[in-house]
């Protein structure tokens, strides 16, 4: 079964970090951009960060710049988020999900995503 798996999520008060993990499993993560979302309780979904196959990085919200950072170890088959400086804004279920580029694909292989609360 092809799929990915996310996992770091948990409570953190304001100005916390955490670090998300998106693993695959059934396929190689190498060739394909991974994309990192959320969904905040009665909001859409929304991208947050992007890493293309060769390591390019593309920030997709800008209220996380400069706090959350995406990286890639191709040779553990996951994609990281490493967010600081966390606010309660910043709570939702984060999913990660595959696609050929950061942009103008189908974004598929979506995880079961991974509850991050920043609260006090």
């Known amino acids: 079964q092809l799929q990915v798996v996310e996992s770091g999520g948990g409570s953190v008060q304001p100005g916390g970090s955490l670090k998300l993990s998106c693993a695959a499993s059934?396929?190689?993560?190498?060739?394909?951009?991974i994309g990192w979302f959320r969904q905040a309780p009665g909001r859409e979904r929304e991208g947050v960060s992007c890493?293309?196959?060769?390591?390019?990085?593309?920030s997709k919200l800008d209220s996380v710049k400069g706090r959350f950072t995406i990286s890639r170890d191709d040779a553990k088959n996951t994609v990281y988020l490493q967010m600081n400086s966390l606010k309660p804004d910043d709570t939702a279920v984060y999913y990660c999900?595959?696609?050929?580029?950061?942009?103008?694909?189908?974004?598929?292989?979506w995880g079961q995503g991974t509850q991050v609360t920043v609260s006090t």
């Open positions: 059934g396929f190689t993560l190498g060739p394909y951009a």
């Open positions: 999900a595959a696609a050929p580029d950061c942009s103008g694909y189908k974004w598929t292989y």
């Open positions: 890493i293309r196959s060769g390591g390019e990085t593309a």
